[in-house]
């Protein structure tokens, strides 16, 4: 199946297919599911990674350690006890995904997805309606709509909010433009969010590139018609105030917790990571 139609598989089973793709243009979580060496993207999304990869080769190693990041930190969250995650900006649903991991640990651990891309919604609700998973919703949103996320029906029956959640925003902040406000984003989700709750978090950083480099990286998705800001390590830290941020504390995402020797290169990483607990 071309790797452009492989969401039709979905539709055959009996999944109504996706609307409003707008497969021409570029989309970061079909750019990330390139990136993997997934199937789930358009012909513009290969182009564009194909292009952000020879912008700056690290790209690619850098969504595998994103990946493998999430999965460190879920993993973790869930054998402390944490049985319910929020995971927005999903990304298109993969093998070792949110759901996977935190039920892997405790099958009674609850995952709502959020993503504002139709193909990831059609590819997580064919995937959620397979046997061998717990509770588990996806809604179609926008993290700039953080109120929307929090009051909609999905949402309030899945999690309860009076108990610690796991907020996931994994590689999705520097999508986020100053001007949309990113850290009062994050505030008003904290916000709701009961004591013993955590953040998880991944943010892309120019810290480590040449300009030039950086220049090219960020053009390529500005020429896509999506806004990207690399923050400096300062600047990544700021989403943490007032949280208390596990050890070994805002790093690039290969030395959190490695499971595999680390390298020079891997702390040169353009990918900061960091896993905070709400007191």
């Known amino acids: 199946m071309p ?3 492989s969401w039709m598989a979905d539709a055959a089973m009996g999944f109504r297919p996706p609307t409003d793709l707008r497969s021409e243009v570029p ?5 990330y599911d390139w990136l993997l060496g997934g199937k789930d993207h358009f012909p513009a999304d290969r182009v564009a990674g194909e292009r952000l990869v020879a912008a700056d080769p690290a790209m690619r190693v850098a969504a595998r350690a994103n990946r493998a990041f999430l999965q460190r930190a879920v993993r ?4 402390e006890g944490i049985d319910q995650f929020l995971d927005i900006g ?9 759901h996977e ?3 892997g640990v405790n099958p009674q651990s609850r995952v709502m ?3 504002n891309d139709p193909i990831v919604l059609a590819h997580a609700r064919a995937l959620m309606a397979g046997p061998g998973h717990g509770e588990t919703r996806v809604l179609q949103a926008d993290l700039r709509e953080p109120q929307k996320i929090l009051a909609d029906p999905d949402t309030r029956h899945l999690l309860d909010f009076d108990r610690p959640v796991a907020l996931l925003l994994v590689a999705i902040l520097h999508f986020i433009p100053d001007g949309d406000d990113p850290y009062g984003i994050v505030a008003d989700l904290l916000d709701i969010l009961a004591p013993g709750s955590y953040l998880v978090l991944t943010h892309g950083t120019l810290d480590f590139m040449a300009p030039e480099v950086g220049e090219r990286a960020i053009a390529v998705y500005n020429n896509s018609g999506t806004s990207v ?7 990544v830290s700021r989403f943490l105030d007032g949280l208390d941020v596990l050890p070994p504390g805002l790093v690039t995402a290969p030395f959190w917790h490695p499971e595999t020797p680390t390298t020079a290169e891997d702390a040169r990483l353009p990918l900061y990571a960091a896993v905070a607990r709400k007191p």
């Open 229 to 235: 800001t690399g923050r400096s390590h300062a600047e």
């Open 27 to 31: 989309h970061p979580a079909r750019v």
């Open 3 to 5: 790797q452009d139609q």
């Open 76 to 79: 973790h969250l869930a054998a």
């Open 113 to 115: 997805y959020v993503d």
């Open 90 to 98: 999903t990304g298109i649903p993969a093998a070792g995904n949110t």
């Open 101 to 103: 991991i935190a039920q």
